[in-house]
Every structure is written in structure tokens, then in C-alpha cells.
């Protein structure tokens, strides 16, 4: 198996939305980025599946000294043979590898955070540094939609943490704010136990509500010079808001569900957005 079919295999076994925005790409920007969220899905899949803390920890060391020697011209995981012929084209960066690693290591260290802050910083790591990559393989132009890209990492990332509240705090995270679930009157363990309640629908609502903010905040940043190489992360906002709009309509019963949108659906949102320009 060469690298780039082995790239292309891990994106689309992973079912992403992402994959759906990829298709519209003209080949080489689609070999790209494909090969990027292959990395990012590999070291994401690390934290998810390796279960002993130490194990992981050592394979996320292993990756980093797998980009460093990658950038000095020495790779030899197929993910980075298909990544690297990009790198300089599309100013890729190595700290930026390192830094989505770096994301990845925080949820060994860290099951909760104590504020909006704390995640924040998280997300700014595991979406905004991926989105910030992610638009410049797609085309930009204008240094201002970098501001962009990182905004719209947030909100995507704002609503997976809402679509996967159920799924993660049966891995024992939850990374909804400690402060905010004080707030709110919801413990941890009402989410582990799947209990539902008017007091978590308003825990819920409050974090759509940012989710939503952080969608329009990064819509208003998108330079009108990058509004048609950018397509693609607008695809991703359409998608995902479609499904946090889902998520809402069924009252954020998320605790014992992944609430989805089908493939075709996905792939109508992502048509209308590579036709109309827009939302």
C-alpha cells in the first residue's frame, strides 16, 4: 500500500464530516489535506484507543520525534511520506504538528476543566491549530482568515464537545467547564448517569449558544478576497451547524445517543455550499 493510499483509507474510514468537504478540492489540495487529517486522525486515535495513560503517552513521544525527523527529511510512518511533500508548498509547519500532538496529550493529563478558559486552550490546540493548516492548504490569501480559520476550529470543535457529552464522559472525561456545570445546578455524575433535566437543557442550551456565537464570529471574519478558496471549512460550518441545530431540536438528548446526520445529507449541505458560495 502506497502512502497516499494509505492516507486516503484512514479518511475515509473515519466517516468525518470532514471527508464530504475534501471532495470539491481540485486533486492536489485534496492529496493534501487528506494526508493532514490522516495525521491528525492517527494521533487523536491514539489518546482514544490506547487505554493505559503510559502507553499513550509514549506513542504521542513517538510521533513527535516522527515529525521532527520527518521535517528533516528522515519519515518513515506512511502518514508523514504523504504529508511532507506538502509541507513547504502549503507552509505547514513543524510546531504546528507538534502543537495538535500537544492537544492530544492534554486529554492524558487534564478529564475536566475548570473554566471556559481552560477549554479554550484546549480547543485552541486540537481545532485551532488544525484550522489554521486546513485554510492555508485550501488556498489563502489574506493573512486575516487565519483569525478565521482558528474561530471556526473553535466552533466545531464547541459542538463536537456538545454532540459527544454521553460518549466522552463514559471515558471519563467531561470536558464541559466545572464552573458551568456548578452554574447550572448538573454534576459529573448526572451526566455519567445519564440523567436528564431541565437543569442540564439549560446547561446545554448556554453551551449552544457559545457554539452558535462562535460560528457567526468566524463567518465575520472571513476576508471576502479567501470567501471562495475557503469553501471547504464553510461546508464543515454548514454541516455542523445543521447538526448542532439538530441536537437542539431534540432537546440535547445526547447522554445515551451520538446524534448524527446521514451521509447524503452531509453531502447535500456540502453541494449547496460548493454551489451557492455560502451558507
Not at 263 to 270: E, F, Q
Amino acid at each position: 500500500m502506497t502512502p497516499e493510499q494509505y492516507v486516503q483509507n484512514k479518511a475515509a474510514a473515519s466517516g468525518s464530516s470532514f471527508y464530504y468537504a475534501f471532495l470539491f478540492l481540485p486533486r492536489e489540495r485534496r492529496e493534501a489535506i487528506t494526508a493532514f487529517y490522516a495525521f491528525c486522525r492517527e494521533v487523536d486515535d491514539v489518546v482514544d484507543e490506547v487505554r493505559d495513560p503510559g502507553v499513550a503517552g509514549a506513542k504521542l513521544d513517538w510521533w513527535r520525534s516522527e515529525v521532527t525527523q520527518a521535517f528533516g527529511g528522515q519519515s518513515t510512518h506512511p502518514v508523514m511520506r504523504a504529508l511532507m511533500p506538502y509541507a513547504s508548498r502549503y507552509q505547514i509547519g513543524h510546531q504546528q504538528l507538534l502543537d495538535i500532538i500537544e492537544g492530544c496529550e492534554m486529554d492524558l493529563r487534564y478529564d475536566s476543566y475548570e473554566d471556559y478558559e481552560g477549554l479554550a486552550n484546549y480547543c485552541h490546540y486540537v481545532a485551532g491549530v488544525v484550522g489554521e493548516v486546513s485554510a492555508r492548504i485550501f488556498g489563502q490569501q489574506d493573512k486575516a482568515t487565519s483569525d478565521y480559520a482558528h474561530q471556526l476550529g473553535l466552533a466545531l470543535q464547541l459542538t463536537n464537545i456538545i454532540r459527544d457529552v454521553g460518549e466522552d464522559a463514559r471515558r471519563g472525561r467531561v470536558y464541559l467547564p466545572q464552573s458551568e456545570l456548578r452554574q447550572f445546578g448538573v454534576t459529573p455524575e448526572d451526566i455519567a448517569q445519564r440523567r436528564y433535566g431541565e437543569a442540564f437543557t439549560r446547561l446545554m442550551r448556554f453551551q449552544a449558544e457559545r457554539a452558535h456565537q462562535a460560528y457567526d464570529e468566524a463567518l465575520s471574519l472571513l476576508p471576502a478576497a479567501d470567501r471562495r478558496s475557503q469553501k471547504p471549512g464553510l461546508m464543515m460550518a454548514s454541516i455542523y451547524r445543521t447538526l448542532l441545530t439538530e441536537i437542539e431540536a431534540d432537546g440535547f438528548h445526547v447522554l445515551h445517543q451520538r446524534i448524527a446526520l446521514t451521509p447524503l445529507r452531509k453531502l447535500w449541505l456540502a453541494w449547496k455550499v460548493q454551489a451557492l458560495g455560502r451558507l
